[in-house]
């Protein structure tokens, strides 16, 4: 890499790149904060735009365009509920409640510290430790992916607020859900009713908008909007320095969401919003006051946060190391690279080392631009909230149908996500929470593709229950979901007893 | 006879759910049906625990009484009739009465009349024009225009 640093600094310092790499940044940032447009999106909307480019100039700014994409993505799942990207999912469950007292900018700077250092942790993974994760991720088959997704099914105990049976249930249902459509590979469609707009199934996006925002406009209206109960945001000084300073206390967390996201990221198929999930998951876990989640703990903002931008870097490992892209919009990376006449694989880095470093550092400086403009744009972001609730509340209806209308250009998803976000406001009402059933949804295709190639593989073998059992990273992950599954179990048990000690010594 | 509780006829619902997902899934072939048959039997057995539980302890709590029903009910149908008026006259006219009308209604009838039409009127004009413009021009989002100008 040392012999190239000289074409690296000079693309670096060219301030053509800077320029593109900061508008691809903000361009992301934009796309990704509205409903319905995705980081995909924005890459395949300015992939035209880089036909002209040179090859340097054009990966600088799908980059940076990935990168602020993302991040763009927490600041409507903080402000609105709606996960501008699916990837920000786990974002709204604390975000959101910070909006709700009054602190916006403290979620939008927790989402920005540690969106930059999620990213800037992943941008170094994929410089330094690309061949060799690589390699690792290849030894992942269908019963690795079939265990990965059990092992966020176990979430379900974290995300189900109240009735741990209501969360299954809704995790099931979320399961079931994701079944719609033409079977991933026995090719037979099912539950569409007759109907050919359900033959690609449920669009994950449309059903959170549904899940997520349609019960909070609902809410809004439910009570009485003009008395002024919503939330107000009055900006405060020294907010970035109060979040560095929580958040610099904490690089346990910091570093074990960002392996999360690496980790999710390498494994091609797994994407962002499993990362988010798996790490705020661990978050919960992993704390001492577990009751706080839910209702506004900065920490659950900055493990979805960090984990979802780490996740970026790791989805760029698979390319650039191995042709295969790690997530939907390293695809669109791939076919940028494509159209610049550079096939990635494993001859990239002798082939075309100076674009490759240059590439790698320039990522990681797009981390810092976006760091930079998160933080600066967290004080006037926040301020949306202040619009009186009557006009709030229709804006963000309108934006709910205009982003689920988006994705597929197709008028029957903005009635499915109309008629699952009014069912979804009435379950919540039940006690049944939006979280399993949005886990099941995006967990089911990773389960069910994984368990019938298993299937298949095993009859192929002749055991279908060693395929399942035998393989050592398979070992690990089941090794997980049983600590995942009786870790709480045991932890209440503990503090149960803890409190009964305490309680006769007090006596 | 006593009535069920509102958890009971939530889990009969789940039930024939499950049910209604089981039977259909019952001329697919096996790669293609062992997913959906795995998914509705957990969700038949859970919701079978539910409904033994909520007859065994039953909860008489009224979530709904604490809600304005009407404001509530204006919303969803005002959300469904919005869906039906972009069908029918296109997006950007449905999004301007969509807008125009809650916005006016939300503000409550204790504002002067007139201040509450302009406000409506001008909210729903920057907004939905706004973004119309937004997607259209520059994401280049075909927006329907409705079954009535041909769409």
């Not at chain 1, 995006?442 to 229950?465: D, F, M, R, V, Y």
């Not at chain 2, 509530?72 to 959300?79: K, P």
């Not at chain 2, 009127?121 to 329907?144: C, T």
């Amino acid at each position: 890499m040392l012999e190239t640093l000289p074409v690296i600094l000079d693309a670096l310092a060219n301030p053509v790149h800077i320029l593109f790499m900061v508008l691809g940044v903000m361009g992301g940032i934009v796309v990704g904060a509205l409903p319905g447009l995705t980081a995909t999106m924005a890459l395949a909307l300015l992939l035209p735009f880089t036909f002209s480019m040179n090859a340097e100039s054009a990966l600088i700014t799908l980059g940076g365009l990935y990168i602020g994409g993302i991040y763009g993505g927490c600041i409507s799942a903080i402000l609105i509920n709606t996960p501008g990207t699916p990837s920000s999912i786990a974002t709204t469950f604390d975000g959101y409640p910070l909006t709700r007292q009054g602190k916006p900018d403290q979620a939008l700077v927790t989402a920005a510290i540690s969106s930059g250092i999620g990213g800037l942790l992943g941008g170094f993974a994929l410089l330094y430790l690309t061949p060799l994760l690589a390699e690792w991720a290849l030894r992942f088959g269908p019963p690795e992916y079939f265990w990965i997704s059990m092992l966020g099914l176990t979430m379900i105990a974290s995300l189900s607020a109240g009735s741990m049976l209501k969360g299954l249930i809704g995790g099931a249902f979320g399961l079931l859900l994701s079944t719609i459509g033409i079977a991933p590979i026995g090719g037979e469609t099912r539950y569409t009713f007759g109907s050919s707009a359900m033959l690609a199934g449920l669009e994950l996006i449309v059903v959170l908008i549904a899940f997520f925002c349609i019960p909070e406009v609902i809410s809004m209206v439910e009570k009485q909007v003009e008395a002024g109960g919503a939330a107000h945001f009055k900006p405060q000084k020294g907010v970035i320095r109060f979040i560095f300073n929580r958040l610099i206390r904490k690089p346990v967390l910091l570093a074990r969401s960002a392996i999360i996201g690496i980790i999710t990221g390498i494994i091609p198929g797994a994407g962002g919003n499993v990362a988010s999930l798996l790490s705020y998951d661990s978050a919960v876990r992993f704390s001492r006051n577990r009751s706080s989640f839910g209702k506004g703990n900065i920490d659950g903002v900055a493990a979805s946060e960090c984990a979802n931008n780490a996740e970026v870097g790791g989805s760029l490992v698979p390319l650039l190391s191995l042709g295969i892209p790690g997530a939907p919009p390293a695809a669109v990376i791939l076919g940028a690279l494509m159209m610049q006449g550079i096939q990635p694989g494993p001859d990239l880095f002798t082939g075309h080392s100076d674009l490759v470093y240059t590439f790698l550092w320039a990522f990681i400086v797009a981390n810092v631009v976006m760091l930079i403009l998160g933080l600066v744009g967290s004080r006037f972001v926040g301020r949306i909230i202040n619009l009186p609730p009557y006009i709030l509340a229709p804006a963000i209806a309108f934006l709910t149908v205009i982003g689920s209308y988006a994705i597929r250009n197709s008028l029957f998803d903005v009635a499915v996500m109309i008629g699952l976000g009014i069912l979804a406001y009435f379950t919540k009402k039940f006690g049944f929470s939006p979280g399993p059933v949005v886990l099941g949804l995006i967990l089911g295709p990773i389960a069910e593709k994984g368990l019938a190639q298993s299937i298949l593989l095993g009859q192929a073998q002749g055991n279908i229950w060693m395929m399942f059992f035998s393989r050592p990273v398979s070992l690990v992950l089941i090794a997980l979901c049983l600590l995942s599954l009786f870790t709480p179990l045991v932890s209440a048990r503990f503090q149960r007893k803890i409190r009964q000690d305490s309680d006769s010594v007090d006596k | 006879m006593t009535r069920l509780t509102r958890d009971s006829r939530i889990a009969i619902c789940l039930i024939v759910i499950a049910l209604v997902a089981l039977w259909e899934s019952r001329d697919l072939n096996l790669m293609s049906a062992v997913f959906p048959r795995t998914a509705g039997g957990i969700l038949l057995i859970l919701s079978l625990v539910y409904l033994v539980k909520s007859l065994v302890k039953p909860e008489f709590g009224r979530v709904l009484d604490a809600i304005d029903r009407r404001r509530v009910m204006q919303m969803c149908v005002g959300l469904i009739l919005y869906v039906f008026l972009i069908w029918f006259i296109g997006f950007l006219a449905a999004s301007l009465i969509f807008l125009a009308y809650f916005v006016w209604y939300l503000q409550g009838a204790e504002q002067p009349s007139r201040r509450r039409m302009l406000r409506a009127g001008a909210a729903s004009l920057v907004i939905s024009g706004g973004f119309y413009l937004l997607f259209k021009m520059v994401f280049v989002v075909p927006l329907p225009v409705g079954y009535l100008f041909g769409g």
